[in-house]
Each structure stands twice: as structure tokens, then as C-alpha cells.
């Protein structure tokens, strides 16, 4: 696994301390394979981007800032081309079991269609179900790795052949 960047932006800390302990793995040298990066709001995630435009960005999405999140995504996305933009979908975007359906404000169906429609690669629901993150994670990184190596005029061309094969990014 190649070593990725990771800019998580929440308020709470539940998702951070989720991807630390499941991000948590170390290579034989014993250096972490992931830097993580808290930050608390969107603003803060522009100047971390513009240093590693190749990075994963995480942000926890809730009813308070959901309409600032689809605004800003579309416009990250084309800033930042070769980052991947992740929504963690806070509690709070699920309707209340005791919301009839006419009372329910958003649907999460429409919730994750609209964050998807904005520009986010993937929308998780929970810091309990991260697996498909870490895999979405560790093809991001593989790929980040193989544009870096094929733009690298010092590498062999059967070096860059081999890296480009889609099994070289599991």
C-alpha cells in the first residue's frame, strides 16, 4: 500500500478517530502508510489541497452545513481534479423513525444523490462501516502513485507498462 494523505474535515471527532484506528497500520520500516489531517472547516481544506492536490478529502456532512457542502464540492472538484472528495454523512441526514413521510425534510436517498450529483466520489454513512473507504483509499493512492511514476522521465518505460496494469492498484 502506498502512503496517501488523508484531510478529514469534521466537527466532531467521530469519524477522525474511526479512520485513525482503521488507518492505523504501519509499514515494515513501522512509518505510517496514511497521514491524517483534521480540519474543522471548508475553508481550511483549500490550502492543504493546494500542498497535496492528490490527496483523499473527508468531510462529515450534517443538516447545518449541507447546503455549504454541495456548493463548495462542484467547485473543489474542478479546482482539484486529482483529489477525491468523500462525504461522511452524519446522523442527523437520516430521517427520524418517528417523522411521518410528509414531515421528513430530506430523504437519505435524495441526500446521497445530491452530495454524489455535487461531486463526491462516495458517501459514507457510518464510522462503524469504513472498509469500502480504505479500499477507495488504497486505489486512490495506487493511482496517485502510478501518474507520478508515469510523468517521472527517469523511470524505465517497461517500469511505468507494469505499474499502469489495473492489478498493480489493489
Not at 469534521?10 to 485513525?20: D, K, N, V
Not at 449541507?66 to 472538484?77: E, G, K, T
Request: with cysteine.
Amino acid at each position: 500500500m502506498t502512503k496517501g494523505n488523508w484531510i478529514v474535515c469534521e466537527g466532531s471527532q467521530r469519524w477522525s478517530s474511526a479512520l485513525r484506528l482503521r488507518l492505523g497500520k504501519r509499514d515494515p520500516v513501522g512509518k505510517r502508510l496514511h497521514r491524517l489531517v483534521e480540519v474543522r472547516g471548508l475553508a481550511e481544506i483549500t490550502p492543504w489541497l493546494s500542498e497535496q492536490p492528490t490527496s483523499l478529502v473527508c468531510i462529515e456532512v450534517d443538516q447545518a452545513n449541507f447546503a455549504d457542502v454541495l456548493a463548495w464540492l462542484p467547485a473543489a472538484r474542478c479546482d482539484f481534479d486529482h483529489a477525491r472528495l468523500i462525504a461522511l454523512a452524519d446522523y442527523s441526514l437520516q430521517p427520524s423513525p418517528w417523522e411521518t413521510h410528509r414531515e421528513a425534510r430530506v430523504s437519505w436517498q435524495d441526500a446521497d444523490a445530491a452530495l454524489r450529483e455535487a461531486g463526491a466520489a462516495m458517501v459514507v454513512q457510518s464510522p462503524r462501516d469504513l472498509g469500502p473507504l480504505e479500499n477507495f483509499g488504497r486505489r486512490h493512492a495506487a493511482s496517485v502513485s502510478s501518474m507520478q511514476l508515469a510523468n517521472d522521465p527517469h523511470v524505465p518505460l517497461t517500469a511505468k507498462m507494469w505499474a499502469s496494469l489495473p492489478w498493480q492498484a489493489g
